[in-house]
C-alpha cells in the first residue's frame, strides 16, 4: 500500500506509548509502585482507545471510498455494474471492495483483514504480477461463472506496495451458448468394410445380399445410439454425421461396434471388420470431411480395424489391438512397381535411406530399389551411417561387389550431391524422426516410401509414390514384389537376391512369424534369383562373446502378467542383442511377449515382440515408439531405465485395462 494512505489510515503513535510504558518502567525502578499502577492503567485504556479509533478511521475511509470511488469517472454513489475488489499484492489481503462484490461471494467486513485466497479459493495472482489484465480461467462461484480482470495501481513512490483492483464479469450465459455451441458442432464420419471383397468372394448374389443386410443392421443399431444421419454411400461404405456431444459418448464406449461387427461371417467363417474415419472442428463440412477421408487412411494404413479421429492438429486413435489380417492384392504392387520406374528414370539421381540404426530389412530393401535404378542406368547411392548399424556383415559383403563398391554415402555427403531433379525412396520407416538423415529428407521434393510398419501420427508427408502395406512382414517382401514386375530375371545380382531374403528372415524371425502366401511367394522368388538361405543363416549368427551376453539378458528378465518377460538392463548393449533377446524370450514356454530395456547415452531404447494377443505396437505408441503387433521398438530420451520401466508397466496395465 502506498505510504501516504497508510499514515492515514494506521496513525503511528506507537512511539508515544513507548514513551508511557518508559515512564512505569522508570516508576516501578524507584519503588513508586501506586504511580506505576496507576500510569499503567493509564497505558491500556489509552491503548484500547486508539485501536477502537484505528477501526472506526479505517471504516470510515472506505465507507468513503465506496460512496466517492471514482476510479473511471463514475459520479460517486453511482451503482458500479461489475464486482470489484481493491487487494494489497504483497499479501493479497482485501482492501477494499463493492456491494456486488459482497453479494456474489459473501464477503463480510472484519476487523482482522481477509486474504483473497480466503474469498476466493483457487484464485492465484501470477497473472498480474506477470503484466497480464484477464485471468487465464474461469472463476465459478456457486451457480455462476465470471471472467477476472485487473489492473495493477502503482503511486508515485517506487518503494510503496502496490495495490491492484479485480474486476468480476458474470459470463454465464455467454459461456452456456458457447459450450451448447460447441456439444453441438457437426461429426463428419466414414465407415468402410475394409475386408468388403474377400467376405463376398465365391459368394452368389443372395449371399451377398444376405450379408450386406447383416452389416447394415450391426452399423444402424450402433449408429441410431447417437442420433446422427446414417447414410450408405457404397456398398461397403457409409457416411455417419452426428454431434459433438455423442462423439464424446462414443469415444467413452471405446466404439463397442469394432467388436460387435466381428460377430458378422462369411459362409467360410471369415469375420467382417471395419474402419471409421471421423473429422472434427472443421470450419465447414467439407474440411470436416476431408479430416475423415485423411482418418480412414490412416486407419487403413495402420492394419484397419480402428476408429481414428483427426481434428487440426492430431490424430487420436481408437481400437487396432487385433492382428492385422491380409487384405492386399498384387494390383497395387504392380502399379507401384510401374510408377516408381517412371519416377526413377526421370531423375538425375537416386538416394535411398532407410531409419536410423539400419538392420538387414532396412538395407535388404534399399538393395532392392538399387536393383530397379541399375536396370534404368541411373547413379544411386544407398544413405547409411557405416559406424551405427546392425548390418555390418551384409553391408561388407556388399561393398565387395564391384557394381556397388561405392554404394554407401552419409546424410552429409547426399545432402551435397542431391538437387532439385534428384528422387528419394524411404524404406521400412515412415517417420520422418526415424530417418537415417531428416535433413536430406526435407531437402528433397520427390520422396518416395515403401514401409510395412503401421503408420503413426507422424509420418512423411506428402510423397509421390507411396506402397504402406502394414500387412506384409517386411519391407524387403514388398521390394521384392516391386522387382518382380520392374526387372527380369537375369537382372538380378545374387547379392541383391541375398540381401532382400536376410530382410525377410530377419523380421519373420526365420519364417516362424507374420508370414503369409505372399511371404512365401517372394522367399520363392528370391530363391529362384539366386539368394542361398544357408548363406543368409550366416548373416545372423552371433560370435560366442554376443551369444553369452545374449542369455545373460534373458537371464535377468522378470515375469509380468504371468505371460510378460521384461528384461530391464543397467548396462548399454547393442540394438542386435537387444532384439535377438526379445525374440529368444518368445521361445521359452507360457512367453507370448517380451520387452529389453537398455540405456543409450541420454535415452533408453526399448525392443519388443508379442505371439499373443498383445499388440506391442499399441503398448509402445503412446511412449514415442512404433512398429507393428509383433515387433515394435522405443527410444525413451532424458530418463533412466528405472523411469523407462514405470512408463511401460503402465502402458501395458492401459493397454489390458481398456
Known amino acids: 500500500m502506498n505510504k501516504k494512505l497508510g499514515r492515514l489510515l ?20 524507584t519503588g513508586n509502585y501506586l504511580l506505576a499502577l496507576a500510569e499503567g492503567a493509564l497505558t491500556a485504556l489509552t491503548g484500547v482507545y486508539y485501536v477502537v479509533c484505528r477501526v472506526n478511521r479505517r471504516r470510515e475511509i472506505q465507507q468513503y471510498v465506496k460512496t466517492a470511488f471514482n476510479a473511471a469517472g463514475v459520479p460517486g454513489g453511482a451503482e458500479v455494474p461489475l464486482a470489484m475488489v481493491l487487494i494489497r499484492l504483497g499479501d493479497g489481503s482485501v482492501l477494499w471492495t463493492n456491494d456486488s462484490f459482497d453479494t456474489i461471494t459473501g464477503y463480510q467486513d472484519k476487523y482482522l483483514h481477509q486474504r483473497l485466497e480466503t474469498v476466493l479459493p483457487g484464485l492465484a495472482l501470477n497473472w498480474l504480477t506477470s503484466g497480464k489484465t484477464e485471468y487465464p480461467y474461469d ?6 461463472r465470471y471472467r477476472v480482470y485487473g489492473t495493477v495501481l502503482r503511486g508515485d513512490d517506487p518503494d510503496a506496495t502496490a495495490m491492484a483492483m479485480l474486476y468480476l464479469s458474470d459470463m454465464t450465459e ?14 463428419v464420419s466414414v465407415i468402410l468394410v475394409d475386408n468388403y471383397e474377400e467376405l463376398t468372394k465365391n459368394m452368389t448374389e443372395s449371399g451377398i445380399s444376405s450379408l450386406n443386410a447383416r452389416i447394415n443392421e450391426v452399423i444402424t443399431q450402433w449408429a441410431e445410439e447417437y442420433h446422427g444421419l446414417l447414410r450408405r454411400l457404397e456398398r461397403n461404405r457409409f457416411l455417419l454425421v452426428m454431434e459433438k456431444h455423442d462423439l464424446d459418448r462414443a469415444v467413452d464406449g471405446k466404439f463397442p461396434v469394432l467388436e460387435e461387427i466381428h460377430q458378422v461371417e462369411n459362409p467360410t467363417g471369415l469375420q467382417t471388420s471395419i474402419s471409421i474415419g471421423i473429422g472434427v472442428d472443421g470450419e465447414s463440412f467439407e474440411e470436416s470431411y476431408d479430416f475423415a477421408a485423411l482418418a480412414l487412411e490412416m486407419s487403413l494404413s495402420r492394419g484397419g480395424d480402428q476408429a481414428v479421429i483427426k481434428n487440426r492438429f492430431d490424430f487420436t486413435f481408437i481400437g487396432g489391438r487385433n492382428k492385422e489380417s491380409d487384405h492386399r492384392n498384387k494390383v497395387r504392387s504392380r502399379v507401384t512397381a510401374n510408377s516408381l520406374m517412371e519416377l526413377i528414370g526421370q531423375s538425375e539421381r537416386v538416394f535411398v535411406m532407410g531409419h536410423k540404426n539400419a538392420d538387414l530389412d532396412s538395407v ?9 535404378c541399375r536396370k534404368k542406368g541411373k547413379q544411386v547411392n544407398i544413405v547409411l551411417d557405416l559406424e551405427h548399424n546392425v548390418a555390418e556383415k551384409l553391408v561388407e559383403e556388399i561393398r565387395a561387389v564391384p557394381e556397388y563398391k561405392d554404394i554407401f554415402i552419409s546424410g552429409q555427403e547426399a545432402l551435397y550431391h542431391s538437387n532439385m531433379h534428384s528422387v528419394l525412396v524411404v524404406v521400412d520407416t515412415n517417420h520422418p524422426g526415424q530417418v537415417e538423415s531428416q535433413a536430406l529428407l526435407e531437402s528433397i521434393t520427390k520422396v518416395c516410401v515403401v514401409d510395412h510398419h503401421r503408420r503413426a501420427a507422424a509420418y512423411i508427408n506428402p510423397v509421390v509414390v507411396n ?7 517386411s519391407a524387403s517382401e514388398l521390394v521384392t514384389e516391386l522387382l518382380q514386375y520392374a526387372v527380369e530375371r537375369a537382372d538380378v545380382l545374387p547379392i541383391e537376391a541375398k540381401s532382400l531374403m536376410a530382410g525377410i528372415f530377419l523380421d519373420t524371425k526365420s519364417f516362424n512369424v507374420r508370414t503369409g502366401e505372399r511371404t512365401f511367394e517372394a522367399a520363392a522368388v528370391l530363391r529362384q534369383w539366386g539368394a542361398d538361405t544357408v548363406e543368409v543363416k550366416k548373416l545372423l549368427q552371433n560370435d560366442f562373446q554376443d551369444t553369452m551376453s545374449k542369455y545373460q539378458i534373458i537371464k535377468s528378465a522378470r515375469l509380468y502378467r504371468q505371460e510378460i518377460a521384461i528384461a530391464a538392463l543397467t548396462t548399454t548393449t547393442s540394438r542386435a542383442l ?13 512367453i507370448t511377449t517380451s520387452f529389453v530395456l537398455y540405456p543409450d547415452g541420454d535415452q533408453v531404447m526399448v525392443s519388443a515382440r508379442s505371439i499373443g494377443d498383445a499388440n506391442v505396437q499399441v503398448i509402445l505408441e503412446p511412449l514415442g515408439g512404433g512398429g507393428n503387433t509383433a515387433t515394435a521398438g522405443a527410444q525413451l530420451k532424458d530418463c533412466t531405465v528405472k523411469e523407462a520401466l514405470d512408463r511401460l508397466v503402465a502402458s501395458i496395465d492401459k493397454f489390458y485395462e481398456e
Open 174 to 187: 455467454m459461456y452456456l451458448v458457447r459450450d451448447e455451441y460447441i456439444r453441438s458442432r457437426p461429426v
Open 10 to 29: 494506521w496513525p503511528g503513535l506507537w512511539a508515544y506509548f513507548a514513551v508511557m510504558v518508559a515512564f512505569v518502567a522508570a516508576a516501578v525502578a
Open 139 to 144: 472463476m465459478t462461484i456457486g451457480s455462476r
Open 364 to 372: 535388404g530393401a534399399a538393395m532392392g530399389i538399387a536393383c530397379m
Open 578 to 590: 537387444a532384439a535377438q533377446s526379445a525374440d529368444e524370450l518368445l521361445n521359452i514356454s507360457g
Open 467 to 473: 506402397l504402406h502395406e502394414p500387412y506384409a512382414s
